[in-house]
């Protein structure tokens, strides 16, 4: 009995931030999940209002749906097109030293919606997090939070208008007074229904919820927002981080703040096909920041699942499935002409390109991009990382 | 069968943080508390090792019991006979304005431990813990604790040794560091085995026990103890915060640190009878540091608990029942010659002297008591509070 409803559960679709995972192991329900997580679907009219107020193209991750999902969005436009402005959080987990593509796409969209709206960002790093769910110690975390801190850099942000933490530095004073306002508004039973906790897990993640919440709120950052408590926030996330958020939404208006808006993403594929996130437990499942030129040609060769048919003939006659197909997946997110997207689309599908062929222009498009990230990289010295999480004021940040 | 297994619980005697109740509402068995806590009783031979090593009469805290259980009392002894220092460790929770005398009692003796081994000494004002039991705003969980830190300074602490720090002020950094180190090693089966907590309480006071634990270890203070991690702690507290420390000592060992030592206080009485701590929310039963001399004149006369017999005929027969009465135990703590208080006990005992004579030096003896505290505490500014809770080193601090 007790095990047949283990294979039940198993059957579901688990999405929370340390598990993704479709149903019967198969691809994640996205509509599915905007229901029960109780978001909104970004429909092509935030688009078009997109590019009208901020007078550029929509980023790729816009309007190829990458970005899928929001919670109050529009209240961050109508603020935008009043005049007002808002601040971007985002964040990362440093729980390991080399960032794969999929780690990427929160932070390119992020600087994207920097550049687009002329906001402040602040990005915190979680190495308190993962010290506790990974048991690394302390100086582990804090070296993987600097580490990581490089490759967002990396990304292009304007040092002027961003500040990066870790949170081993960061945590106390007013950030703790807003971890322990959201802390006395959470029962361990709510905890428990959000997040899943058990007995068994330590106090230590019991106690977290309340960090990765202190940044929606400005007063958390006295050095960036002093006097300005009523600016919004808006938290561009994938969306196995909604739980925390939709705890911080709930217990916002409880201590007098707004609530976050969020802009959240579905989950860049592994290489092996649309099944959930990447595991870092297994190398060749996605191509890392790190990866060689020949690396990335060996996975995309060896390793990347595609739709296409099993021989010539079959591929000239039925073409590829495109639905399945890794590689139409990646340049979906990476390959930034339409036209060559829609071009390549059409004639795979068709079954007058050949996977191998879609292949070679996957591994051009990922080496161009891994290249000029390690070029990027390389250029931070530990002193710009310094200077980005240097607890300092921001000025001009909003002009 | 619910009911009568709730009458059963409420026979028992409970003592943790937040409530101390005798068995049946009767005295607290402090042999049996130490029998379930597992601490030592404080016996004869560490007062006159105490007496020995520091050259100075023991307080009378000390030889007549007040301090009466310890937990590794005798290797903070063998250290300081060995030549090495340690530092004193002690708190408040800052939910009230005005302290009574019961609440002087560990700062008064941790004057004289300050005093007699020449140490450093830390004071954690709990003002987060506050905030989140008794539902106070930040604000004023931090305005008490400033007020209460200026009774504490008014105990005459050395500021050349002395740092008291405010939680909301002061977490953050290395001392951050310890509450997720701490934090990493309790699971939430075993808090709420200590603690008692359920699921409907919210997951603040579930984060709380590591911010109490974090000051038992000298890196927590990386202005005072920097290079001295291996530097022993000594807490005196009441025996109603053993939960944190057992739980402090658990952990210690397992992220590399030294237990720290306790030596523990039983409670300081009611005016209405020995059945527990005072009570807050009932002023007359309890002599406050604000009370003016015909308050302390009334209280006592009015409210203290004694054991005279009811006529004086019978009084002069049987004599008081010194074990019941609250001005011997008052006296106890605050009349410091020994001879008088020896003589006041016979005669008093025998029925020589009556109810109203020993209340009436209570009376003076707790009115001298209160305006000195008064005098002193007037002395305290503002300045004096910045300055003792100013993150600097102390200089000499072992001198």
């Not at 959470?186 to 990765?212: C, L, M, R, W």
């Not at 060689?292 to 591929?315: C, F, L, P």
């Not at 990230?373 to 300092?392: I, P, Q, S, Y």
Request: hydrophobic residues 35%.
């Amino acid at each position: 009995m007790e095990k047949k409803e283990d294979n039940q559960q198993e059957e579901e679709q688990v999405v929370n931030p340390w598990e993704v995972s479709g149903k019967d192991g198969g691809k994640i329900d996205y509509d599915k999940l905007i229901d029960k997580f109780g978001c909104q679907k970004l429909d092509q009219s935030f688009i078009d209002r997109v590019e009208r107020l901020t007078s550029r193209p929509p980023h790729v991750f816009l309007r190829r749906g990458v970005f899928f999902a929001h919670r109050d969005f529009n209240e961050i436009l109508d603020a935008y097109e009043r005049g007002d402005k808002f601040y971007l959080y985002t964040g990362r987990g440093p729980s390991s030293e080399a960032l794969h593509l999929g780690h990427l796409v929160p932070f390119m969209f992020t600087k994207y919606l920097q550049d687009a709206f002329k906001v402040p960002l602040v990005i915190q790093l979680t190495d308190d997090e993962k010290c506790m769910w990974k048991n690394l110690s302390v100086e582990e975390s804090q070296r993987l939070a600097r580490e990581n801190a490089k490759d967002i850099i990396a990304c292009g942000f304007d040092i002027s208008r961003t500040f990066i933490f870790s949170d081993f530095d960061y945590v106390g004073g007013a950030f703790y007074k807003n971890m322990v306002k959201v802390a006395k508004c959470v029962t361990y039973n709510k905890a428990v229904g959000i997040f899943g906790f058990t007995g068994e897990d330590h106090i230590g993640k019991v106690s977290f919820p309340p960090v990765q919440a202190a940044p929606s709120f400005p007063s958390s950052f006295p050095h960036l927002f002093s006097g300005k408590d009523d600016l919004l926030c808006l938290i561009p996330c994938a969306i196995d981080q909604d739980p925390y958020f939709r705890m911080t939404r709930d217990v916002a208006p409880r201590i007098g703040y707004h609530k976050p808006a969020l802009i959240e993403a579905s989950f860049f594929p592994a290489l092996q096909g649309e099944t959930g996130k990447m595991s870092a437990s297994d190398p060749n499942s996605a191509i890392y920041v790190t990866d060689s030129a020949k690396d990335i040609n060996y996975k995309v060769n060896k390793h990347a699942y595609t739709g296409g048919q099993e021989s010539m003939e079959k591929h000239r006659q039925y073409g590829a499935n495109l639905e399945v197909d890794i590689p139409i997946k990646y340049l979906s997110f990476f390959l930034e002409d339409d036209a060559e997207l829609e071009h390549i689309k059409k004639d795979y599908g068709a079954g007058r390109m050949l996977t191998g062929e879609v292949k070679k222009r996957l591994i051009e498009v990922l080496t161009e991009l891994v290249e000029r990230h390690r070029t990027a990289r390389a250029a931070v010295t530990d002193e710009t990382v310094d200077a980005f999480m240097a607890v300092r004021p921001l000025p001009n940040m909003f002009d």
